[in-house]
Every structure is written in structure tokens, then in C-alpha cells.
């Protein structure tokens, strides 16, 4: 019968008791951020979305074979003695055109790899998290400054120019077997 | 025909159709639910008669205990609900002869019975009285009852004790 | 009023119809549209977050958007439900909790019926809710819904006990079953009121004080737990049976099952207040009779009912995220082992002040 009363008496004073706290939680001040409008600041090192900054980028190909997953793409065309494609901010002569430069980022797994083989720090995170996207083809970004167009004409250039050295370099070549036959016109004939 | 009449009408409508089914049904929970109705339709019959406290006790004793300890019965018994109910007419002659003799019983009644067509004057409430006459008049077969039902009672939770229980 | 309307109208049958109506549009619906939102926020800031905040200000819209959204939504019937049934299920649920609006005491001038029987009547339409919920749950041809269904009705049969015999208790004292006669008795002011020993005089009301506040509890906890609300909500159990009995409704039928859960968190609330906090009354005498428009009685009378109504409503809502949700077997426990006894020695114990 004690524990009878004692029970009944426990049941509800532990109820007025939870009843207190929930009350004084109804005035505390909520810890809700109203995300879209308010956002918390990053950590400093956070991985997010990457951006390669092409005036940069020397088109080496470190990150495209650091990755895990492939989905960095490169390709690149060698410039012409003639082109001068600057330096970069480091100072680091250029050479190459970057014709392709595609990240997947769907592929993506964030996990920071490509940047730090970058010998010119071109790739990196930056802190955008939100670029969701109604298509999937939509999610391969184009980081080539190169319209196809000109993609093309370099490559194109690049081919005239190996032509043009190979044909110089045929040239040279019969020039100077013309000449060691001149030079030794025995020799040939003898084998 | 005012308008008394016709919720009188639409009243004795929905319990003869609704115990019409009952009877009729094969399917026992459509037979239950049925039920449901005919009581609600005798509730309102009582209203119109002026019984209010009956009505209230009709709701209250038949839909909310009696049915609903039914379709309690009903849902917790076993595929109860594929059983083949029987709804067809075995010994129709005997059964005509019962039904007869009863409701010529009945008309009979109905007939010989001296009805207040006018009634005087419906009392606005009958609970009180009907207090009164409980615990007054009727005070030996209402506590009879109380006893009946509390026997009722303690038989149900000694059956359902299992054994060995404390 | 009904006198009132029956001289616009001209006619008593319109007149049944749009008093009938009038609790619907003028209590319900609104209630509901608000409560629905202040259930959320409630229980968002108990939770130290926000709620909704986006529809409107704060948010206020979004009971709106959310109907909208319901009215928009299929209708979908289960091939293997009992259509019938299913179909009917709601509406019974509904009919059952709206049918207690009839016997509330809104203000002295606004009483759906101010039959006698009043209380008891509210006791027994409860019925119809039971067999409307055992109804769908059975149609919904859902193990959940049907489990549900049956602790739901287990529920409600067993905790009608403890409050009839609470209403009992009350009833002894008042000498009425009228709900309105009820209010009538615990005069404005509230030293008046039942919870603190009714309208009586000297040694007696102050006997009273602690026993009502006894009946007070016990018809509080049984009337929750009749209305389905944590923390007796196992008919529903999210964790536990999706959503109970009604699991497989959508659309407005699923709206029907929400809009009666709310009107009875209200009607159970209101006959808390019309029972033991005075009904209509104010608690501090009337504004209308200081200033001398006795016009403004009524109106206020409204208010307070309202107001006092929807305190008991908040109350639940403290409740429901105060405490986690019951066992079935504890369940039972609290009902016939404490609730039960207490109540019956509590109307023995006023049945014997009285006499004195
Ligand atoms: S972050 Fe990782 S996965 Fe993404 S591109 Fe760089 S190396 Fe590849
Ligand atoms: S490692 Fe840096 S410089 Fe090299 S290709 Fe990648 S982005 Fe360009």
C-alpha cells in the first residue's frame, strides 16, 4: 500500500518535474540556423568544390594523375616556338596549350589529392558547397579558356609546324646524305 | 407531416434497413457494423419519444460497449470472417407458425393498447425522475443488478486468470 | 442565439442547419487550422529549434499551404481495402468527435442543445469514435492499421472509466448533467470554479479543494489518453505501427482522421474547462458589467471559453513532448491499477463531504 502511494506520488511529481524543464526549454533560444538564408561560416580547410585557375595552369597533368577516381580530364598541345604564352604567377614559363581541361565533379569524392601536387597551386577547394544541377552532363565543369575552335587551330598549328619540322628536318636530312655521298661517293656504292 | 415525422420516418428507416442487413449479411463485420445502425436508429426513436436519458444510454451501453466488444470479438477470432454464414431458410413451416403466432401476438397488442395520441406535453427531461424512482421504488432490483454485474465481473477475470498466476 | 437566428432565418430547419454548422466554422475549423501550427511550433521551440518559417511570417501560413497540398492529393483506395467501409470510416470518426461540439457550453447566449443529459451525452457519442476507428482499421486490410485500431479501442473502452466516474464525482456536486447549468452554477470569479470547491459555502468547498484536484488529474490523464495523444498514443505509433489505424488514408480522408483529432484535443479540453475551471465564466467578473453593455457578456463569456480551452490544448501539447510514449501493458496499469481506484475512492470521500 506504501509503495502503492509512494508510486502514484513518484508518477507525478516526476511528471511536473519533466514539465518544468520542457517549459524552461520552450523560452530558451533556438539553435536553428535558417539555412538558405543564414549559412555558418567553413572550417578554413574544408573541401568543396574545385576551381582550377587556368592562367595558371601549366597543363602538367600531376592532378589528372593524382586522382583516385579519373575525373580529372586533360589534354594538352605543345605551343609553337613562336607562341609566348607567359609565365605564371610563380614564374613558371608555360608551354603547353590546355585544350581540355574537364573536371566530373559528380565523379568527385573531394578528397583533395589533385591540389597538392599542383606545382603552381592552380587547383584548389574553394568553399562553394551548393551546385546541385537539374542534367548530369551539367556537372562536368569546362575549365579550358580555349573555345574548341581554337583547340582545333592549335592543334592544327602544332601539326603544321611538326610537319613543317619534319619535312625540314627530311630535308636536312637528304641534304646531308646528299652531301656524305658527294663526300664519299665510294662508300655507298661499295655495300 | 411536419418535420418531427419525418426524422420519425428517417429514423425507423435506418434501423429496419441497417437490422434488415444485419440479418442478411454474410459477411459477419458487415453484419456488426449494421448493428452499429440499428442502434443509433432506437436511439433516435427514444429521443423522439422524449426518453432522452434512455437514448444516451442506448449510445452509450450498446455502441460503445456492447458493439464494440463485438467487432472486438469479431477481429480477433481467426479468418471468423471467411466462415460461411448460413443465411439460407431450414424449417421455413415451423418458423412461419412462430412468427405468426407473434405477430398476431404483437398487432393484437398493438390494437387493444390505449395509445396517447396527444401527448400532453413531452417533460423536458426525465433524468432526474428517473433517479429518483432508482434509488426510491427500485432500489432492491438496481442493487441486485449491481451485484449481478459485479459477480459477472469477477467470473470474467477468473477465467481469464491463468493458472498459476498469482 | 437560436431564438435570434430563427427570427432572421424564418425558418427552424434552416435554423437547426446553421446553428448545427456554426461550432464547425466558427470553433473547428479554425482551431484546427491554428493548432495544427502551434502543435508544430510548440514543440519545435520546447525543442529549441524553430518549426516552420518559411510560408509567411514565421511560418504562419503553413497550415494553409499544407491544406492546399491535402486537397490536392489522390485520393487513394487500397485495391484489397473493404471499400465501403474504408470509405465510411472518417466520416464516423468525424460525426463522433463534432457531435460533442453539440452539448459544449460556448457562452451563456450559445449552447448547441441545452438538452439535459448534456455530459453524459459527450460520454457516450464517444462510441462512435471507437467504431469508426475499429472500422477503418479493419477495412484498411493493414496488420498495422488494424493492431492500431485495436489498441486505439482498447484504450478508449478502458479510460472511459475513470472519466465517467470523475464526471460522476462532479455531477454530485452540481446536481446536473447540463454542461451549461454546470457553468451557470461556478459564477464569474474564480474561487467559484469546481477546481477550487465549487460555488458552496464554508468548511465544505474548502474540503473539496484537494479532491478536485485529485479529479482534476485523473480526468485530465483518461482524457488524453481517450483523444490518442502522447503520451497514450500507441493507437498510432509511428516508431511502432507506421501510423496506426489510419495508415493507408490519403487526401481528405486522411484530413478527416487530423481535423477530428483536433477538434477532440478541444472538446476533451473544453470539458475539462466547463467541468472544473468554471465553463464560459471570467475569471475576474465581466467587462460588460463594469462598463454597462450587457451586450458584451456573451462575446466575452466566448472568449474565455475559447481561451481557457486552448490553455488545456497547450497543456497537451507540453505534455506530448514532456514524456515518451507508454507500453501497452503500463498502459493498462495506469488505467485500471491507479486511475481507477483513486477515482472511485475520490467520489466515495465527496460523495461523504456533500453530506456534511
Ligand atoms: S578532389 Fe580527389 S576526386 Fe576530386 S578531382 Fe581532386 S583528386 Fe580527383
Ligand atoms: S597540376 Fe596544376 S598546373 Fe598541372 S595540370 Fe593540374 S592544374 Fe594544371
Redesign the interface.
Known sequence: MKEYLK??WE??WT?LV??K???K????????I?YPDVKLPLPERARNRLYVNMDDCIGCDQCARACPVDCIEIETVKALPTDDLGVTSNGKKKALWVTKFDIDIAKCCYCGLCTYPCPTECIYMTDVYEFSEYKREDLIYNFSVLTPQEAEEKKKNYEKFMAEKAAAKAKAAAAKAAQAKTDNPNNSDKK | MNLYDIIFYLFAAITIVSAFIVVNAKNIVYAAFSLLFTFFGVSGLYVLLGADFIAIVQVMVYIGGILVLLLFGVMLTHKITSVDIKAGSVQTIPAVIIIGIFAALLIGLMYSTHWAVNPAEIPVTTTKSLGKTLVTEYVLIFELLGILLLVAMIGAATIARRDGDK | MYEYLNNIVGNEVITYFVVAALPLFLVVLPFALIAVLAERK?S???????GP?RVGYHGILQTVADILKLIQKEDIIIPQADKKLFNLAPFLVFIGSYAVFAALPFSSKFIGTNAEVGIFYILAVSGFVVAGILMGGWASDNKYSLLGAMRSAAQIVSYEIPTAIVVLTLVMITGTLNLGTMSEQQTAYFWNWNILGGAGEGIQQILLIPFMVVAF?ILFISTLAEVNRTPFDIPEAESELVAGFHTEYSGMKFAMFFLAEYANMFAVSAIIVSLLFGGYQSPFGYLGNTLGIPALIPFEQLFWFLSKGVFFVFVQM??R???PRLRVDQLMTVCWK?LIP?AVFNLLIVGIITLI
Not at chain 1, 25 to 30: A, D, I, K, R
Not at chain 3, 44 to 50: G, N, T, V
Open positions: 508510486n502514484t508518477g507525478i511528471v519533466g514539465m524543464v520542457t517549459l526549454h520552450l523560452f530558451v533560444p533556438s539553435v536553428t535558417q | 510548440v519545435a521551440h520546447m525543442q529549441d529549434r524553430l518559417m488529474t507540453w505534455l513532448w514532456t514524456l491507479y483513486y
